[in-house]
């Protein structure tokens, strides 16, 4: 069995695709509100003032096709803009819980508030890609600054 809800309120969206097995990669989970709260996979963040959501980036539970990923994963991601900057968050799942990220040679091992992973810089921001719950999260914020508000904010 398989449901689909979306909900909107206040310009507020909510949108959950699901099955009714326990598997988490049998579809994603997604919503943001009003509170600038996300929910994407499980894990929550709050998205700085300023920023609204691209809603025609979004995508919830495609198919990931990288043999580094086990097979089966998917991957939920969604984009707020505020002018020329932009936050991009991706979580990617598994029935097989994802232990392990081999980063890019570019990235470097750090710890932002409280949560270890991987960094890298570029000339429009930084990419920070850290394992959380058997997942792979990948965060892109205009700045530093910018990252670590929303790993503030997460569920630790």
Request: hydrophobic share 30%.
């Amino acid at each position: 069995c398989v449901s689909i809800t979306a909900v909107s309120a206040d310009d507020s969206w909510s949108f959950n695709f699901s099955s009714s097995e326990s598997s988490n990669s049998e579809g994603g989970a997604f919503s943001f509100g009003s509170n600038n709260l996300l929910q994407i996979q499980g894990l929550n963040y709050t998205i700085p003032d300023g920023y609204k959501e691209n809603e025609s980036y979004r995508v919830v539970g495609d198919d990931v096709n990288q043999s580094s990923m086990p097979e089966g994963s998917k991957i939920t991601t969604a984009q707020f803009i505020n002018g020329n900057d932009s936050i991009i968050i991706k979580a990617v799942f598994s029935d097989e819980k994802i232990d392990e990220y081999t980063p890019t040679d570019n990235a470097v091992e750090k710890e932002i508030a409280g949560q270890k992973g991987w960094i890298e810089e570029f000339n429009d921001g930084v990419c920070f890609d850290y394992l959380k719950d058997g997942k792979l999260v990948e965060i892109f914020t205009p700045d530093e600054k910018v990252l670590e508000s929303i790993l503030e904010s997460a569920d630790k």
